[in-house]
């Protein structure tokens, strides 16, 4: 079952712009939040990440944000640059787990 | 600090035959995470090793194995291949594996079943 879902697969943005990128999780159980990013051929790069007793973690370019009665979490990433093409996968994690619940990813791509 | 390496980067079997997969985790980890990632399927969670221990197991049939060495390397095993065993194999790793840790990715294995 797709607990965590990313609903858009592909995004296009402009160079400068802000990119936004959604994902949606079913599990309340879920306590940490994570997105990376990747290129193809290769593993993901880890990004950010948030803890559920968060709502904003930023770092440089990044931020995710966390709407937890929402079930909701966000990637924004400003300003939008060509090397931020890549698929970004949202992932989620409880504890005792010891593993990642993955989206599906979203494809990113930065126009000049 | 050296990140995850995999070994071998690339693998072409034919079905039946076995194959097994390397993972040297970072220096200091000691929790290692496999992943299987499908273009249908996206990136399912295989298993996860800490301390020479299989903690956590995805659904995957037993033709699916791994274990974990006392120095923290891993290696995964998939006997009796199948043609939808294709797929880029991911090995991941981080402290201890608790839920608030971060996972760092190797650059995984591409394994090509014919």
């Known amino acids: 079952d797709q607990q965590v879902k990313q609903n858009s697969p592909s995004l296009s943005v402009q160079e400068g712009r802000i990119s936004i990128l959604n994902c949606d999780y079913t599990?309340?159980?879920?306590?940490?939040f994570l997105w990376y990013k990747k290129y193809p051929a290769e593993g993901p790069t880890f990004l950010i990440s948030?803890?559920?007793?968060?709502d904003k973690n930023e770092d440089g370019r990044f931020t995710v944000f966390l709407n937890k009665s929402a079930k909701h979490l966000s990637l924004h990433i400003v300003p939008s640059q060509p090397g931020d093409s890549a698929v970004y996968f949202c992932a989620a994690s409880a504890i005792g787990w010891g593993k990642l619940q993955f989206g599906a990813g979203t494809q990113v791509v930065v126009t000049p | 600090k050296a990140g995850v390496t995999q070994t071998p980067r690339y693998l072409i079997k034919t079905r039946g035959q076995q194959v097994t997969l390397s993972c040297s985790p970072i220096s200091g980890h000691r929790s290692v995470s496999w992943y299987q990632q499908t273009p249908g399927q996206g990136l399912q969670f295989l298993f996860e090793y800490f301390s020479e221990t299989q903690r956590n197991k995805g659904n995957f049939p037993g033709r699916f194995s791994g274990r974990q060495f006392s120095n923290s390397r891993s290696e995964m095993n998939v006997s009796t291949l199948e043609l939808g065993d294709s797929a880029l194999y991911l090995c991941?790793?981080?402290?201890?594996?608790?839920?608030?840790?971060?996972?760092?990715f190797g650059p995984g294995t591409r394994l090509l079943v014919l």
């Open positions: 599990n309340s159980m879920f306590d940490y």
């Open positions: 948030i803890s559920s007793i968060k």
């Open positions: 991941a790793s981080s402290l201890a594996g608790t839920s608030v840790e971060t996972q760092y």
